[in-house]
């Protein structure tokens, strides 16, 4: 499975952002998925996580209630939607998937990801 994630930007603070995370390769419909995030100096960080085929969901509870995790297998595509962004939301975002079926906050037990989208919110 190869990933291309891509919707990072300059966004003002209360506004809002939708990630995509593009597959390509055959597992991507039975692999589950991720979104971490990393600043400088900091450790990758878990953000949201979706099983194979997007019946379960998970946030970290700095996002829960902003952040919505979705698929599209078909088309084997990712998306995070985030909204009332704030200034420590700023971040690259990684998109990560598989090879298990479920979402996983750990971000050693994915095998693949993309290459990072950058979010900075600021006005």
């Known amino acids: 499975v190869q990933l291309q994630a891509s919707g990072g930007g300059l966004v003002q603070p209360g506004g809002s952002v939708r990630l995509s995370c593009a597959a390509s390769g055959r597992n991507f419909s039975r692999s589950g998925m991720g979104w971490f995030r990393q600043t400088p100096g900091k450790e990758r960080e878990f953000v949201a996580g979706?099983?194979?085929?997007?019946?379960?969901?998970y946030y970290t509870d700095s996002v829960k209630g902003r952040c919505t995790i979705s698929r599209d297998n078909a088309k084997k595509m990712g998306y995070l939607q985030m909204n009332s962004l704030k200034s420590e939301d700023t971040a690259v975002y990684y998109c990560?998937?598989?090879?298990?079926?479920?979402?996983?906050?750990?971000?050693?037990?994915?095998?693949?990801w993309g290459q990072g989208t950058l979010v900075t919110v600021s006005s």
């Open positions: 990560a998937a598989g090879p298990g079926s479920n979402a996983y906050l750990d971000a050693r037990l994915y095998a693949y």
């Open positions: 979706i099983n194979w085929s997007g019946g379960n969901t």
